[in-house]
C-alpha cells in the first residue's frame, strides 16, 4: 500500500514568491493535515481537511492557505513568500476524522521549502 | 497550550529502559505518539483515548491519566532503532479533532 506522498521534494524560492505544495493521502483516507517543521522546532498545525472541506486552521496569516480535491488529495498554497517561511512542511492523512473518534495520522516525507 | 515534554534528551545503552513524559495544562480527547529520525517523516507509534487506556505494542507501551492530562511513554529493553525524537501530540477538548498540538519533542540515543 502506498504511503502518503508529497511533491515536490525540495523548493526554492525568492521572497514576495507564492509556493504551492502538494500531498497524495493514502488510499481510503479522507483527511488530510498540514504541518509546518521549522528548523529545531517542533510540527506547528496549519490544516485539516477532510471531504474536500477545511476542519481547522493553525494561528497562521491568511496567506497560508490550501484546498481538498474531489479525489482527496490536496494542496497548501503560501502567498507572499518571507525568509521565515522556511521549514520542512509535512502532509498527513487518516480516515475521516469528522467521525468524533481521534485517528492516527500517516506523515509524508515532507516538503523542504528555502525561501532565499 | 503546547504540552510539555520531559525528558527533553535522554541518552541509553542498548537494553536500558526510558520514560518520556508528556503533560497539558489543557483538558484532552486524546494523546498521540510519533518517532522520528532525522531526515524522516513523524512515524506513527501509538493513540491513547480519554478514558486512561494504556497501550503495548512490543516492548514500547503508553498510559494516559486521564485526571492528571499526563502521558507517558514506556520503552523497555531499548534497541538501537529507538534512537530518534519522540513527539506527543494532543487533542485539547474544546477545540475539533484531528488538531494535533505537538510537544517540543523528546531526543532519545541509544548507544550499543
Known amino acids: 500500500e502506498a504511503g502518503v506522498t508529497q511533491s515536490p521534494t525540495h523548493l526554492i524560492k525568492t521572497r514576495g514568491q507564492q509556493a504551492t505544495l502538494r500531498c497524495s493521502p493514502i488510499?481510503?483516507?479522507?483527511?488530510v493535515y498540514w504541518y509546518q517543521q521549522a528548523l529545531g522546532l517542533g510540527l506547528q498545525f496549519l490544516l485539516w481537511?477532510?471531504?474536500?472541506?477545511?476542519?481547522n486552521r493553525g494561528n497562521f496569516p491568511p496567506r497560508f492557505s490550501g484546498r481538498q480535491f474531489p479525489n482527496y488529495s490536496s494542496e497548501l498554497n503560501v502567498n507572499a513568500l518571507e525568509l521565515e517561511d522556511s521549514a520542512l512542511y509535512l502532509c498527513?492523512?487518516?480516515?475521516?476524522?469528522?467521525?468524533?473518534?481521534?485517528?492516527?495520522?500517516?506523515f509524508g516525507d515532507g516538503t523542504r521549502l528555502s525561501i532565499l | 497550550q503546547q504540552p510539555v515534554q520531559s525528558p527533553q534528551a535522554v541518552i541509553l545503552r542498548e537494553g536500558e529502559d526510558a520514560v518520556i513524559n508528556c503533560s497539558s495544562s489543557?483538558?484532552?480527547?486524546?494523546v498521540h505518539w510519533y518517532r522520528q529520525k532525522h531526515g524522516e517523516a513523524p512515524v506513527f507509534l501509538m493513540i491513547?483515548?480519554?478514558?486512561?487506556e494504556q497501550k503495548g505494542h512490543d516492548k514500547i507501551s503508553a498510559s494516559f491519566n486521564e485526571k492528571k492530562q499526563q502521558s507517558s511513554l514506556y520503552l523497555t529493553a531499548s534497541q538501537l532503532s529507538y534512537s530518534g525524537t519522540y513527539f506527543c501530540?494532543?487533542?485539547?477538548?474544546?477545540?475539533?479533532?484531528?488538531?494535533?498540538?505537538f510537544g517540543q519533542g523528546t531526543i532519545l540515543t541509544v548507544h550499543p
Open positions: 498527513a492523512s487518516s480516515l475521516g476524522g469528522v467521525t468524533g473518534v481521534s485517528q492516527p495520522q500517516h
Open positions: 488510499s481510503g483516507h479522507t483527511s
Open positions: 481537511y477532510d471531504e474536500g472541506e477545511e476542519r
Open positions: 489543557k483538558a484532552l480527547y486524546s
Open positions: 491513547l483515548l480519554k478514558g486512561g
Open positions: 501530540g494532543t487533542e485539547i477538548i474544546g477545540t475539533s479533532y484531528g488538531k494535533l498540538t
